[in-house]
């Protein structure tokens, strides 16, 4: 999916590029940023519930009010208040100046900025937490999973149903796993880093996750293959937050981004040497935040 440039505009954009153009960005957005919310420790009054809800742009707001159930509003909540804060950490803009659009997939972006050309976050939730994860160059996708068993069914009867979005490889991978338990766990590893890859491309649902297939040494060096051929501009790494979640951070070169977020980025051109760097650079751990933190940043 690369979009070549002409050479005229590779030229131009270069000539108007720092020879270091990490080192000119703001300090708040020159590395990567993950944040964890437990949301299932914050339990909020109906009216705490609509004082944080209040702290958003107006628009913002009827999206939350969509779904049905609590827990999936608190989490819908908590993913907007993340990124509203993250981008008033990095840019220090108040919260009713930020302006998140997101594509036909639902890729959350900021209007393109010559200053941060490549920066750009992704969100997850599931179960008990909500996270976001930030680069200033390179593509994100983050996902986060919940590791919970089947009720009505056998663990591999359960992961018999995704079939057909895991390759051979993957499948005897997960098959022979040393428990049911094992098993699980497998399955929702390789699921994890295939969600974290197509969030970070802006790609929706209909990607074809079978094109994927990952190999790995005991789930470190973690690589990629695309329809058989080594993504090699590509990182990813995997995180156990508790017993019952884990959590993927997939990294990579802008080109692969699918058009319709592409167009949502600069198009000043980043030195190879520079993405590089960014996608190389090893993911810390996590910081967990509170629902009070990210009010209290508002304030």
């Known amino acids: 999916m ?19 153009l990490i080192a000119c960005l703001p300090v708040q957005v020159r590395k990567q940023t993950e944040w964890l919310v437990d949301v299932g420790r914050w339990r909020p009054s109906p009216a705490e519930f609509q004082a944080a809800a209040a702290l958003l ?9 969509r779904f049905v159930r609590e827990e999936d509003r608190k989490r819908a909540l908590v993913s907007r208040l993340l ?15 930020i302006r998140i659009n997101r594509t036909l997939e639902g890729k959350p972006y ?27 160059l390179c593509l994100v996708g983050l996902d986060i999973v919940c590791i919970s068993k089947p009720q009505r069914e056998t663990a591999l009867e359960f992961i018999n149903n995704f079939t057909s979005y895991l390759t051979d490889h993957e499948w005897n991978c997960i098959v022979t796993a040393d428990s049911h338990d094992g098993m699980l766990t497998e399955f929702y590893r390789y699921w994890c880093l295939k969600e974290a890859f197509v969030k970070a491309t802006g790609a929706g649902v209909g990607f074809g996750l079978q094109r994927l297939e990952f190999h790995h040494m005991n789930w470190t060096n973690i690589s990629l293959c695309i329809d058989g051929e ?44 520079e993405l590089h760097t960014a996608i190389e650079i090893p993911e810390e751990a996590f910081t967990l935040l509170t629902v009070e933190h990210l009010i209290q940043l508002h304030d």
Not at 233 to 253: C, N, P, R, T, V
Request: aromatic content about 10%; charged content about 25%; overall charge positive.
């Open 83 to 97: 990124q509203y804060s993250l981008v008033y950490h990095a840019l220090g803009m108040p919260f009713h100046q």
């Open 57 to 65: 742009p107006p628009h913002d707001r009827p999206a939350i009010h």
């Open 110 to 136: 900021l209007n393109k900025n010559v200053n941060l050309p490549g920066f750009n976050f992704n969100t997850s939730h599931q179960g008990e937490y909500v996270g976001i994860a930030s680069e200033p």
């Open 230 to 273: 080594e993504a090699r501009k590509w990182m990813f790494w995997l995180f156990k937050i508790d017993e019952m979640h884990l959590a993927s951070i997939a990294k990579g070169h802008p080109e692969d981004a699918i058009d319709s977020f592409r167009r949502t980025l600069s198009d000043v051109v980043i030195q190879e040497g």
């Open 2 to 20: 690369q979009r070549k440039k002409s050479k005229q505009n590779r030229s131009s954009c270069t000539e108007t590029l720092p020879k270091n």
